[in-house]
């Protein structure tokens, strides 16, 4: 049959303000970490990537945090705008592999 | 530059015929991943190919799909006798090095294939 579609969890924020998407992953092998964008109909955009000798790294109004105590990824987004309206995904890979594993991804909404 | 080019960006099928998605990579970019996305989920990764060679396939269905990519011309994803099932958005990225430094995978727009 069949497989059923899981909604996505969804994150409304308000225009200006500060977005902070989480990400739990699941091996404690992975040691490089992507975070990626994507908008409605297109393919996904690299944001922001970390290695795991790294716990912050910062870009272009985006903070990626990682926390390998408790295996958890956060991405923050300084003054969100409409244009961050979109699906974000993190993705994790281990040094012996080369399959990134994706979560399941966050609708970012952006209210006006 | 060009970025990652698939075609065609929708594709129509009827249950039983054969579906072929085409990928071209960024210029210099020798390794090239496919992906499929169900609606409200993420990649899951199928395969992984170099120039002429299959790297490691273990996320494709065993039956029905195939995957290459010629020395010359793009990477082909076939899928044979589709079923409503293959609907789904089908996703090419490609890399300029496996790991060690400049391993940003750029993606395509994606094939969104409908089997009626």
């Known amino acids: 049959g069949e497989s059923v579609g899981l909604h996505l969890p969804t994150l409304s924020v308000q225009e200006g303000d500060n977005s902070i998407i989480n990400c739990a992953y699941s091996?404690?092998?992975?040691?490089?970490f992507i975070w990626y964008k994507q908008e409605s109909g297109k393919g996904p955009q690299f944001i922001i990537d970390i290695r795991s000798n790294m716990d912050k790294r910062q870009g272009q109004r985006v903070t990626v945090l990682l926390n390998k105590t408790v295996k958890h990824l956060s991405l923050q987004i300084a003054a969100t705008q409409p244009g961050d309206s979109a699906v974000y995904f993190c993705?994790?890979?281990?040094?012996?592999?080369?399959?990134?594993?994706w979560g399941a991804g966050t609708k970012l909404i952006i209210k006006p | 530059n060009a970025g990652v080019m698939q075609n065609p960006r929708h594709l129509v099928r009827r249950r039983g015929q054969e579906a072929r998605l085409r990928c071209s990579p960024m210029?210099?970019?020798?390794?090239v991943y496919w992906y499929r996305q169900l609606p409200e989920e993420g990649l899951k990764f199928m395969v992984y190919l170099q120039k002429e060679n299959i790297i490691d396939e273990s996320g494709m269905p065993k039956e029905r799909f195939s995957a290459e990519f010629p020395k010359e011309g793009p990477s082909i994803l076939r899928i044979q006798q589709v079923v409503r099932g293959d609907s789904a958005a089908y996703f090419c990225?490609?890399?300029?090095?496996?790991?060690?430094?400049?391993?940003?995978?750029?993606f395509g727009q994606g094939t969104r294939l409908t089997v009626v």
């Open positions: 091996n404690s092998a992975s040691d490089y």
């Open positions: 990225a490609s890399s300029l090095r496996l790991r060690g430094g400049d391993t940003e995978a750029f």
């Open positions: 210029k210099g970019h020798s390794h």
């Open positions: 993705a994790e890979m281990a040094d012996s592999n080369y399959q990134l594993i």
